[in-house]
């Protein structure tokens, strides 16, 4: 089975902290991606990765950054949190980019920024 | 653009119940790709089903099925007799296979589904 995992199910940041979420995928998956999810917004990605050292924007990437230096790992890294920055963040991996592969979802990380 | 809507934010239904979630979509490529996934209270996203745009048949597990309608741009996901297990949130998502190969999903905004006994 496809095990995704997140650094953290629970973080509590104070507004200004920089803040790394990790994800790590042990399918030897080409594709990851984070997404932060908001009641009423459902998901919306914010950064993937199709390489490692490559990334794509998604359709909210302000305020985060990511980094991928190996390829099981994908880290979203938020450099000065602020309060809106408060949500579930999810982490997923896929086998291709192509929309024909499913997507493997991690835990999630519920982040309070104060 | 695409675009995925479900327009039911909740539904709540008694056990045993049969329940339909509408999932309605946009998309101007004739190739694409249909998702749906669950989200239970833990949290993590579990994929139920994927279909592609070329594939109009109806698909049965269990007790779920599917209804892919191209005329109308619809995926609409049927529980039939459900039971409390499938209280959860239901995510609705499309995708296109563009020429760039960076094709993404596009989700729909949830239906919560509470199933009491």
């Known amino acids: 089975d496809v095990k995704v995992t997140q650094s953290s199910r629970y973080l509590v940041k104070r507004t200004g902290e920089k803040v790394f979420l990790e994800c790590v995928q042990d399918?030897?998956?080409?594709?990851m991606f984070w997404y932060r999810q908001d009641p009423g917004l459902g998901l919306r990605l914010i950064y993937f990765?199709?390489?490692?050292?490559?990334?794509e924007k998604g359709d909210i990437p302000e305020g985060y950054s990511v980094s991928r230096e190996k390829k099981e790992r994908f880290s979203l890294i938020l450099e000065s949190a602020s309060t809106n920055q408060t949500s579930m963040y999810l982490c997923a991996s896929s086998l291709g980019l192509a929309g024909a592969y499913e997507q493997f979802f991690g835990p999630g990380t519920r982040l309070t920024v104060l | 653009a695409q675009k995925v809507t479900q327009a039911q934010t909740e539904i709540s239904v008694v056990e045993k119940e049969d329940v339909t979630l509408d999932c309605v979509y946009e998309t101007r490529d004739t190739t694409y790709y249909l998702f749906w996934y669950k989200q239970p209270p833990s949290g993590e996203l579990v994929f139920l089903i994927r279909?592609?745009?070329?594939?109009?048949q109806n698909e049965i597990s269990g007790r779920y099925s599917w209804n892919f309608q191209k005329s109308t741009s619809s995926f609409n996901f049927t529980i039939t007799a459900s039971q409390v297990v499938d209280s959860a949130v239901y995510f609705c998502?499309?995708?296109?296979?563009?020429?760039?190969?960076?094709?993404?999903?596009?989700f729909g905004k949830g239906t919560m589904l509470l199933v009491s006994p």
């Open positions: 990765s199709y390489d490692v050292k490559m990334k």
């Open positions: 279909r592609n745009s070329f594939d109009e």
């Open positions: 399918m030897d998956h080409e594709n």
């Open positions: 998502a499309l995708s296109e296979a563009g020429n760039s190969g960076y094709s993404t999903l596009t």
